[in-house]
């Protein structure tokens, strides 16, 4: 009997490290090229001179680590880890930046089941596994140790001279692109992302032996709170993937926010952001940092808002339906509702909001304390936009019913969308009327901003995390709503009617940390009154009134910035 036999092929180490370079550069790197066309501007050589320099250090990169036993598990990781990145840079229009590493760091199971698609698999299976099959396949030709390199020396060195040279001769055309568009090297894959990998491993490194430092310790209630003659609680509703531009309420020609309207909240239509992804935007809410000052070592370093409430004999309760605190709870009292068993509101790990309410109502009826609790939002995180509605708010449709919105139209994503915004409404309505149900035995109130916005497919970008420098208005342009009881408005002083005549004054995340603390009446040094969104409207306590300059100060803080008690 006649045994055919398919005879390996074998190839040189330089030839499959220039040939897993075009690989690297041709298939994986859309995203960069279709960007770089975009940033250089018709500017042609000095584009084709970065791409071809790139080209060059990548091959002599590769060049360099092939070696018996290492270049073949090299090239298989790489071009692994570069069909993953161009599958989501490609479809979602993402950049894999250092934010980005973080956000897939902490998220959760359920969180990550959603990306892990049909299509996520046959990408991977055309630009990950087939590639890497032939690689593990071929006979690698390797020369002894001296003489292999000398002969990669020979292929390096005129490689790297002749990319400098390309760089040098254009570098003004390519230093002008890179320096207004940072973004595009960090879309170089794999170089970007293994880099942003690489910076985001160093960061949390640093940051393991980390002393957090007190703030605010000097906290204490003010006069207002301990003669309102009753408990002052407000809830803070911290939202997750709020988009303004789709709340009714800012001007969006759909009904997306009946209940809320109806309740006469007030709503601030020029609201802004302090990242894009919860892992910065959160912990930089309830920072003292304002944005210009943040970073995410400075917020791991200090104390937060809900630590220097507490300084102030404030109970704080977080619970979350959502991938954690990111730190700010750590210290406090602390619940996941997505570990409930709850049939009807949880599914595999994740919940809806209203899981929030009984408990809410029942934690009214039963407090006896100056409390402020947090409620940390499933809200409308993407892409399975679907699954955070229940059925009865199915209310625009054809609405999109799968994470792989590619397969979606864009009218699909938008219903799907707005029926997470329309339940939300739904959520927010339900905090306030529950705080209204218990108002002869608390003063309530309710303050909500979300984390960051959303992309749905405007300028071939979905979902959000862009780097900040270059991120859409629909990612940085959230909703703030406050609700106030009337318990709550005599007690504190509040004016709802003048807050109304100053909803398109602009406003912040920066605002979050500091009106907190004035809706507690928290006297401390790290108190600014002039980020205090509700201050002007506010009025003070009668030794607040006598203090020396009063009138003055409160007369600038009307005035606009620099007006500061």
Known sequence: MTVFRIRRPEIGSVALSAIATLYLLMLA??????????????AWIAMLSLGTALALTTFSTLTSLSMKYVTKPVLILLIAI??????????FGVVIDKEMIGNAAVTTQAEAGHLLTGGLALHLAIYALIPSLLIAWVKVRHRRFFAKAAVNFLFIAPALVLSGVLIYVNFAGIAYALREHRDLMVRFNPAGPISSAVRYGLSTYRERNLVVQPLGTDAKEGSRIAAAGKPVVVVVVAGETARAMNFSLNGYDRETNPELKALGVVNYRDTTSCGTATAVSLPCMFSVYPRAEYSDWKARST???????????????????????????DLINFASMTRRKNGPLCNNGECLDEIFLADLDKKLGATTNDSVIVLHQLGSHGPSYYLRYPEAFRRFTPDCRTPELMSCTTEEIVNAYDNTIL???????????LLEKHQDRIAGAMIYMSDHGESLGENGIYLHGAPYAIAPKEQTQVPFIAWFSKPYQTAMG??????????DTPKSHDNLFHTVLGMMDVQTGVYKRSLDAFAACTRPAEREKQAPGFHAAERRLRAGPGGVL
């Open 29 to 42: 790197n859309n995203s960069f090229w279709s960007h770089a066309v975009v940033y250089f501007d018709h």
């Open 82 to 91: 570069s069909a993953a990145v161009s599958y989501f840079t490609d479809t």
């Open 303 to 329: 104390e937060n808002l809900v630590n220097v409430l507490t300084h102030a004999g404030v109970l704080v309760t977080w619970w979350d339906n959502n991938t954690g605190s990111k730190g700010i709870a």
């Open 423 to 433: 339940y939300t409404d739904h959520i927010l309505a339900s905090v306030a009327r």
């Open 494 to 503: 509040v004016d709802a009617a003048c807050l109304s005549t100053d909803a």
